[in-house]
Nanobody, 121 residues
Framework: HVQLVESGGGSVQAGGSLRPSCVAS????????VGWFRQAPGKEREGVAA????????YYSDSVKGRFTISQDNAKNTVYLQMNSLKFEDTAVYTC???????????????WGQGTQVTVS
């Protein structure tokens, strides 16, 4: 049974930083693609970042490139999303998702966490 548990969201002023984390169980983050998605009220869910560490590959949406960094700690089976220079438009529920295999296409993510709220004011 795969379980993804996010934490580390919160409220921050514009320009601030947060680092949500996603702890996986029943799943190995270092041999699969793991991603972060977000959904703001009234908007569709969008992919923010993804990582496949065995291939040394990361992906970022244009809206966060240069401000967000995805990383993982294999010993802790945890994926992080370092978010810097936060903007009001980054406000959303951020959800961790896990794919089975190395592909990081949206359709490949089949396990989802419950999400953590990020609010930028």
């Amino acid at each position: 049974h795969v379980q993804l548990v996010e934490s580390g969201g919160g409220s921050v002023q514009a320009g601030g930083s947060l680092r949500p984390s996603c702890v996986a169980s029943g799943y190995t983050v270092d041999s699969n693609c793991v991603g972060w998605f977000r959904q703001a009220p009234g908007k569709e869910r969008e992919g923010v970042a993804a990582i496949y560490s065995e291939g040394g590959t990361t992906y970022y949406s244009d809206s966060v490139k240069g401000r967000f960094t995805i990383s993982q700690d294999n010993a802790k089976n945890t994926v992080y999303l370092q978010m810097n220079s936060l903007k009001f438009e980054d406000t959303a529920v951020y959800t961790c998702a896990a794919a089975i295999g190395v592909r990081c296409n949206k359709a490949d993510f089949i396990h989802w966490g419950q999400g953590t709220q990020v609010t930028v004011s």
